[in-house]
């Protein structure tokens, strides 16, 4: 899948049913008749992915050892709750009330694009995130990013 660009302000209905921005359905051809799948994010926010990257995802856990107890609170708390995301005739999702509720996303909701999956925020929560940006970026990218090292690849 390539890499997805943008953010995007949503609405949801009374139903919790989301419109698929046009913006961003450009950028799914392949997602086109593919289910989307829908879980819990690494924060208080929601993530979608195509189900050809929920795949990957999966594959990488079925590597780790369910033994070991994190590893299998870590697979636990990942997987539960994800769900398949089938647009209606609309072209609309229905969003799990069960997740909405875990990421305390209301009806307006920020769609923030990460690489090869969709960020789904509560507009406050996102606003939120934004606002607490790093004092000083440039030495948080020079950490992250500055060291050779930081790829198997190269």
Known sequence: MPHLTGEFECKLDAKGRMMIPGGL????????GETLMINRGL????????????????????????YDRQNLRFIRYFTGGATPLVPDAAGRVLLPKSLLDFAGIG?????????NKIEVWSKAAHTEMINNEPENFAELAELVMGSKARRNDE
């Open 25 to 32: 359905k450009k950028q799914l051809p392949e997602a086109v």
């Open 43 to 66: 924060e208080k926010n929601l993530a979608i992915y195509t189900k050809s990257e929920w795949d990957k995802r999966l594959d990488e856990l079925s590597k780790l050892n369910e």
């Open 107 to 115: 009806s307006d909701v920020v769609l923030v694009c990460v690489l």
